[in-house]
Structures are given as structure tokens and as C-alpha cells.
């Protein structure tokens, strides 16, 4: 398996790099020939048959090009075959054929692997840049061919294949281990030479049902699929890990620009769109890719791939199948993360938490008819955390239960406060739950003691999930949600569209309410297709019995457009912006239908 396994990487690399050549210099041909211990024995790969046949003449003659410059680790030029007198065996024996060869070593540092060969049907000369572009092409499929069979050889070491330390059983990829040793040494030379670091976190989607329902050993066929068709992508120098279950990591280093690296993760999402071939099954599969970097200069530590995992998990909150950058540069500016994954234990019980408040609008006239509560944390030293960075630290230090059971609880004692102050005026209360805390043990059960403990209205509360509660198991979700439905709460279906889920996909779901991400109604005004858009979904989600509410409106002209495509509600700060409970009792007092002019959220952006 491991020797098929390296087999299978070694040709593709060849191959590649064979058609690579051939498609950008016309009326070209290329052979490439992989020498393995000493010349004895060699691979061969080639853009046709007649590249593939000089490769394999020079190799049972023992003369040509391509064998001096694999022996001298130098380019080898013959411009006229028929008259070159190195070569007269070949010579006679390609006559008709390739009658101008030049080849190229595959090197890397000390090390000759081979030799790419071009040829042509006529004498000619090769250009001093089209040699510079082919040697650099050659130098890169170098470095890829030692790491693949570097890790074959690694694997070797004491029959180690699955007792190899440093890389995965399964995949053969570098394991953890290795990953971290990768990044000590990435971070020594992001020191030394000011270079920059990214890290990408892929998670595939739903991997947790292929094995549930075809079993763990074509979960493993696809594992080792996947792995293969991320390695075709990464560059050599770059690092590909599998760091656990259906987990790969990139580390990239020296990239010049952070475009590289989202061009990187954009090919990553792409390679999943043809289907995968494991345990003689197709398999569509997508995965979630989170994104971390750190500049020029800047420290390097295993936070860079915990950072990358919680973007991964932002991508698959919004339905997978996307990626997601955290920017270092942005986050350290605003905190520390380690400090705030240990400073947010205890935070709501030292009263830096809170909620605020904003109210949800019938689309037609402005009257508030509910309200969404949104999490405050104000740190006592960097100041206001913004709520998703609050909520992805309390994800991943496995807080959000306790978090989340605090807002559900305060929110409907707050209500209760309202409703006291404004019997006249029974709001809606919406809160957000967060697919971690949906599928913890016991949600349900959960919800209703906050119900019983509160005397809150269970039709009045709407709970708000993302499309990432359908990704992971969605039979586990599908189950909670109808537990929660049987409590008589509602159910929204929070940024819809952000992710990968149809409305289609979504019927089977108990869903009340879907809510258009603000990114479209954004789009309204700019761009034509953004008001087609809002107007199918709605289309869409009434035909499947749910109601539609618009999220960050802030133009007139946005209010106006999702009222007439028919968006039941909107929210958004052209009506309100978030507030505190406080001043949401003096909203309530105004007259209703008028959109509020309060300040600006000013303590929390
Ligand atoms: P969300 O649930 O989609 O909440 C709406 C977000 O959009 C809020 O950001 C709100 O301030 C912002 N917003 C509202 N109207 C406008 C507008 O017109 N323009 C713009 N640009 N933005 C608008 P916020 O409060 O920063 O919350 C961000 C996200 O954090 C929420 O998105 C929600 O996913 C999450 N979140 C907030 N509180 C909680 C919570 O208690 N639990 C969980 N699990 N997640 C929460
Ligand atoms: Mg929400
Ligand atoms: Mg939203």
C-alpha cells in the first residue's frame, strides 16, 4: 500500500510535469526519467509516444542527453542529433524522429533524481529564457519527487510504515508531529528572513456519514484519495499534514503575496468538485478551509494553526464548503487570543458579559416586533470583544454551553422585564445558538428548564442556527431540532446563503424562519443580481412554508425593495442598531413604525 501509495504520487508528479512543458512551448515534445538507485532501474513518463520512446531508447542504448545530465546534474544541449558525435547510437536509432534534444537534471540542492528531456523534430536552438523557465519547472518537480520518495524512505525505516513517527499511516503525509517540527523551523526562518507564514486548516464536510454509512474502510479510501488530490496542489517546499481524522494542514512558507495563499485555498475548494472514487463508489465530498497568517516578521507559534482551525470552523459554521481567513495581524490587535480563551472562564459571573439588543422590524412600516440578542464581552483590559471572536474563543475552550445557557436564560428574563414595563407590546425573542451547543448533551432539556425557570413564552422565542448545524450529522441535528419544535419554540435559519445548503436541502428541517445574510441585501443597489437573489429566496422559502426576514438593512432603498419582494421582517441599522435592554424599554415607549434614531453603537462595534 505505501509503495503504491508513493508509486501513484511519483508518476503524477512526472506526468505533470511532462504535459506542463509540452502545453506551454508548442511543436515541443517531453520525456522525463526518474533514476532510481544509480541507473539500474528508472521511470519514465512522457506528453506522448515519442517522447515516451527516446526517453526509454536512451535508457537501453546507455547513451543520451538525458543520462549525462542526470550524471553530471548539468543541462545538456544537442542541437543537431544527426550530427552530434556524443550521441551516434541514439542518432541512428531515433532517425525520423527527434532530431534536436536538450535535457534538463532534476535536482535539488546535492541531489540528481533524473532528467527532463525536450525535443523537437527538426535542428534547432533553445533560447536562453525558455531554458531558465524549463530548469525552474524542472527544479519544482524536483523538490516534489524527493519529498515523496523522502517520506517513502522515511516510511521504510524499520518496516515503519505504521510505526513511522513523524507521518500518517494512513495517508503517508507528515503527521503532527512532523507538522509541529515544520513550524519550529518555519518560525527560525520567519526570524532570519523575515518571511511570511500561512497556515491553512482543511476540514472535509460530513465525513462523519461516509463512514457512518459506508463504513470506515471506504472512509479511508477517500481519506487517502483526498490526500493525493491535495498533494498534486501544494508547492514544493510547503508542508501537507494530516493532523487527524479527516484534518490536513498546509504550512506555507515564502509565499510573496497573501493572494497566493487564498488562490491556494480557492484550488483547494475547487478540487473537491469532481467526485471521489473510494470502495468502487463515487463520493461527492467538500470540504471547510480556514486560513491563518502571520507577516513578515512576525512570531510564529502553533497559535497559527489553532487560529487557522477556528477560521476552518467559521467556514463551517456557514454551511462548509468555503474558506475563511483569520488575519493575525488584525486579531493580535485587539488581543491576545490564549489570554482571552483563559480570561473568558468566569467572565459572566464577574458581570463582564451582557446582552444587547436589536429589535427585528415589520419590513412593511418599521413596528418592532421582536429582538435579537446579541453577546457583549467587555475584557477588562483590551475593552469590547467583537461577538464572533467571543463566541469562536468559547468554541474552542469549550465554554459556549455555559455561555450560550447564560444569554438564552438572561434573554428571557430581560423579556420578562419588557413585558412588565409593555404588556401591550409581547416582542419576539431571538437568540443565537451555536452548532457546537446545539448538539451538546441535552440541549433540548436544557431550553425547557430556562423556559419553566423564566415563565418565557415558548412561542415566543425564536432560537437562530446557522446551516453548519446540518453539516456535521445532520440526522443528530434534525433530531434536536424536533425536539426543540415540540417545546412549541421557532426555529431560524440564521445568514442563509452564506453557506452550502439549498433551500431545497433545508425542507426536511423544521425551519420557521429563514434569514437573508446581509451580504445580499448589501449586493441591493450595487449589483442587479443582488434584488434577483433576495427575491428567489423568498420565493423559495414561502413556497416551503417559512417566513423571511432581511439582515442588514441600511438604505431606504434596501427597506424598500425587500418589502416589495415580500421579506416579512428586516433588521439592520437603517431601524436600529443593537442597544441595551434599558434603552430598548425607552424604544418601546416611542411610537412605533419610526425608524429610531438612537447614537450609534458606540462601546461595541
Ligand atoms: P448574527 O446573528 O447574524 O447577528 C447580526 C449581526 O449583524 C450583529 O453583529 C449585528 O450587530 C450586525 N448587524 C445588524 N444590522 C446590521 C447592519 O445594518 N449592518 C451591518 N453591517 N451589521 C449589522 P454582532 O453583534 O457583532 O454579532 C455577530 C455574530 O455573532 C452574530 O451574527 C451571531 O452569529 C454571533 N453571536 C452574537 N451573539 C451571540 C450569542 O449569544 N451566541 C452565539 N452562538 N452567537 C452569537
Ligand atoms: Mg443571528
Ligand atoms: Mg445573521
Redesign the pocket.
Known sequence: MPKQFERRVVHGILVRLAQEVAARYSGWDAGVTLRLGGTTRSRTASSDQAAGDFERRQVRLREGPSLTAFSTGQFVRVDDLAGDQRYPRLAAASLGGAAAAFSFPLRHGETCLGALTLTRDVPCQLDEQMRSAVQALADVAAAHLLSATARRRALAVSDGYRESSLHDALTGLPNRLLLQQRLEHAARRAQRSHCAVAVLFADLDRFKSVNDTYGHAVGDELLVAVAERLEALVRPGDTLARVSGDEFVVLCEDFADPDDVERLAVRIGDCFTAPFLAGGILLHCTASVGIAYSGPGESVTDQLVVDADMAMYQAK?QGGAVHKVIDLRDAQDVHDRTRLEQDLHGAASRGELA??Y?PIVRSRDGLVTGV?????WTHPVSGPV???V??GV??RNGL?GE??AW?LEQGCRDRALWLAAHPERPLSL?????AL?LMGLGFAADVRDVLAATGMDPAALVL?V?EGVFIEDADRALGVLDDLKALGVALAL??FGTGYCSLGYLRRFPVDVV?I??GF??DIGRDPAGVAIVGAVTTLAHALGMRVTA????TEQQRAEVDSIGCESS????FA??MTGDDLVVHLGRAPGRPLLLPP?RA??
Open positions: 459554521k446582552l444587547w436589536q435579537e440578542a446579541l453577546l457583549r467583537p461577538a464572533l467571543a463566541v468559547a468554541e459556549i455561555i450560550g444569554v431571538s437568540v443565537n445558538v451555536s451547543q437562530e446557522t440564521d445568514d434569514k445574510d446581509q441585501i448589501a439582515e442588514g438593512i441600511e433588521q439592520g441599522f437603517l442598531r443593537p453603537e461595541h462595534v
